[in-house]
Nanobody
Framework: QVHLVESGGGLVQAGGSLRLSCAASGSMFIILDMGWYRQAPGKQRELVATISITERTRYADSVKGRFTISRDNAKPTVDLQMTNLKPEDTGVYFC??????????WGQGTQVTVSS
């Protein structure tokens, strides 16, 4: 069982920055992909960014050039640095971790609100 704890959400004005962090604990086996997803009110959950065990990254087109995902395998944690935030970035951000069991785990979510 893997337990994920997210932090770093909040309220920010458009153009501002936030950094999200997700810490994993428990019996993790080998963690493969780590990532961040978000869900806006009335919309489906969507991929924001993922990073593989080899640190290959993938981003949603809407965040390319503004968001950066990184991971620290020693802790292990996965962070999302968000810059030049826009109101459409508002939503609940969820951390996701996939291990080699294979199981997929989700955090409880952290709210990000960008005001115009």
């Amino acid at each position: 069982q893997v337990h994920l704890v997210e932090s770093g959400g909040g309220l920010v004005q458009a153009g501002g920055s936030l950094r999200l962090s997700c810490a994993a604990s428990g019996s993790m086996f080998i963690i493969l992909d780590m990532g961040w997803y978000r869900q806006a009110p009335g919309k489906q959950r969507e991929l924001v960014a993922t990073i593989s065990i080899t640190e290959r990254t993938r981003y949603a087109d809407s965040v390319k050039g503004r968001f950066t995902i990184s991971r620290d395998n020693a802790k292990p944690t996965v962070d999302l640095q968000m810059t030049n935030l826009k109101p459409e970035d508002t939503g609940v951000y969820f951390c996701n971790v996939n291990n080699d069991a294979p199981y997929s785990y989700w955090g409880q979510g952290t709210q990000v609100t960008v005001s115009s």
